[in-house]
């Protein structure tokens, strides 16, 4: 499976972006995708993840923000991010796990850069 992300870019403080990911196959099993990013000198970090039937869970320091959402039919993740602040900055990565499978697919990140 082919994990593809884009929608990165640099936004001011307070503006907003809406990254992609797009899967290269689809699953019937159960599933889940995610959000991580990872800051400069700082380890990976879950910002949201949402489940084949829709059930989603955010990191506290993202709740009122962002916004994840998937397109079965299209095999496409999207996380809507408002309100951005400095400290969202990083490298987001897009993942998908799959009901026993043994490992999480991770696509390749897309840098987010919030200026103040």
């Known amino acids: 499976v082919q994990l593809q992300a884009s929608g990165g870019g640099l936004v001011q403080a307070g503006g907003c972006l809406r990254l992609s990911c797009a899967a290269s196959r689809t699953f019937s099993r159960f599933n889940v995708m995610g959000w991580y990013r990872q800051a400069p000198g700082k380890q990976h970090e879950l910002v949201a993840r949402?489940?084949?039937?829709?059930?989603?869970n955010y990191a506290e320091s993202v709740k009122g923000r962002f916004t994840i959402s998937r397109d079965n039919t299209t095999n496409t993740m999207y996380l809507q991010m408002n309100s951005l602040k400095p400290e969202d900055a990083g490298v987001y990565y897009c993942t998908l796990t799959v009901a026993g499978a043994t490992s999480t697919y991770w696509g390749h990140g897309t840098l987010v850069t919030v200026s103040s």
């Open positions: 949402i489940t084949s039937n829709g059930i989603t």
